[in-house]
């Protein structure tokens, strides 16, 4: 197997408009004249809207491509009569010079992701190409053809610089493979135990990923502390919207033919002293995923033995592993590290975020007396203060009903400080709106998932949902109305979805997974460490971003947390990222 060529694919963000800008406007088109300000607004629209679907292309932290799209509403006419239809848009694509086969890279890239994703694949695609720059369009015409698109209809469109294609793919569903997955397995080994033939290899591409689906959920109920999060729903779901730029790297090892143990793993870019390097991680990862780990039945564990072994033995297919949240019982935990430290490599583990947990045992009232006078009391207080406005109810939804229920939840969400806010929230992003809605509308039952809402007087106030899987309740996301934070709505619903998982008993432990805010861990019975694993190469580039991030960082991270001259710190920062932006 090769190594990943030095790239890396991401969405196109808010926060890349000047790149993007700066590089439209050295190479021309129809985006050559949007202003920064102006492609920065459309970005952050379609991220808020749920239609962003442009792709950035970086060699390390430059930008050398980037196609614009997104998912729109317009009219058609049929038959004199007006209908709106939902189709997805190319809108621009920009290369540099210098990089030829960029554009070739993003367009097949983006042509696999609209035939994996189930709510893009029935849409129809339209382009747009510049008008009066033949040789611009010509080009722009062949890397689509060349990417796989097919050119239907041809018209002018209402910009008297743009003319519009309607383009097809061929969605025709693959017939099913019926080879062994044997055949599927890349990079093999082999050996024979106890009248057994055991074969390690990998899968690396989605058809041999499908032929493990009849295996996948069986492995995942059998192995000791898997989550929902490794489940073979889940994180196809994760990988279509959120993972697709990385490159997957299944390790399966097969007995007499049937999968025995997978290590649901991907090689994705990380990028290092202006350079990409291969980075072997989870599935999941970032932190869609808590938890991962190797499926295997206990009676198999050996098995991560040999996994281990195969991992270290092709370092040549990558450069860096990040493994976050690993259980320190783990079996690939301890497997893995003794042979990576023997091997040569430079190890860390990092103590990572606890995850709180409450085990449902006994009644609710003896629950609430454990826990402390302060939890208490609080509770107690911002729940008068809530029927203090009004009447106030928990509202359960039903699974049939989850679509629905995941809009009601946004609509909550939108008016929280979430909803101002980039970085976390189901509406963080364009692609974590979709995968949400895409778990929601296909796979709400088999992933459990349940939502609950806080109303006063009918009016909701505050949400939850979660995905209940093996009786435990994993708690994803929690928000509330900002203006009712002063009455801390959020502990209000916390603890009456305690008192009902309580009273019914229909789950045996509620997980509220790592880096939760204080208001949830102080429910927790228990909690669950974990470490984080950093490997590195014995070479040059290893041995200082082990230094820097392990040793000097936090030094200096605590000095300036001290001095108080941390957010300074970051303001220059990007103040240099966007001067460097700018020179590149």
Known sequence: MTMPAPYRMEWLLPIHALKAALLAARHGG????????????????????????????????????????????????????????????????????????????????????????????????????????????????????????????????????????????????????????????KDTEQWHHDGHKIVIGVIDDMSGWRQLEPYWNALAQQTPGAKVFQTYEYLHEWWVHLGWSAQLYIIVALRDGVPAAIAPMQIDASQWLRREQPCLKYLGEPPESDRPTVLVAPADAPLVDRIADYIVKRSQVWERMSLDEQSSDGHLFLSLVPRLREAGFHVSCVEGPADPIVEIQGGWNGYLASRTRGVRKNFKRRAKQLQELGAVLLEASHESSAGAALERYLEVEAASWKGRLTIVGVSQSAAHLSFYRELARGWAAPLGMRFRFLTVDGHTIAATFGLCWQRTLYSCHVTHDDQYAMHSPGVVLTALELEEAFNQQDVAVIDFLSGVLHNKGSWATATLPCFNVHVD????????????????????????????????YRELRDWFDNWRARRD
């Open 30 to 185: 129809p985006g050559a004249s949007i202003s920064i300000s102006a492609l920065r607004r459309r970005l952050k629209a379609n991220e808020k809207s749920g239609v962003n679907l442009s792709i950035g292309l970086f060699r390390a932290d430059r930008l050398v491509g980037f196609l614009l799209a997104q998912v729109e509403t317009g009219g058609a006419s049929a038959d004199g009569t007006l209908i709106k239809e939902r189709f997805v848009s190319i809108n621009d694509l920009r290369v540099r010079t210098s990089e030829r086969d960029a554009a070739r890279k993003l367009l097949a890239r983006f042509a696999t992701m609209l035939l994996e994703r189930d709510d893009l694949r029935p849409l129809p695609i339209r382009a747009r190409l510049p008008v009066g720059r033949t040789s611009q369009a010509e080009r722009f015409e062949a890397e689509l053809l060349a990417a796989g698109f097919r050119v239907t209809t041809r018209r002018a469109a209402e910009s008297a610089v743009l003319a519009e294609l309607a383009l097809s793919l061929d969605v025709t569903p693959p017939a099913p493979d019926v080879r062994p997955i044997l055949s599927m397995l």
């Open 537 to 568: 190469r014995d070479d040059w580039r290893g041995r200082h971003f082990q230094r820097y991030h392990y040793r000097f960082k936090p030094l200096i991270k605590h000095a300036l947390e001290r001095l108080r001259l941390l957010e300074r």
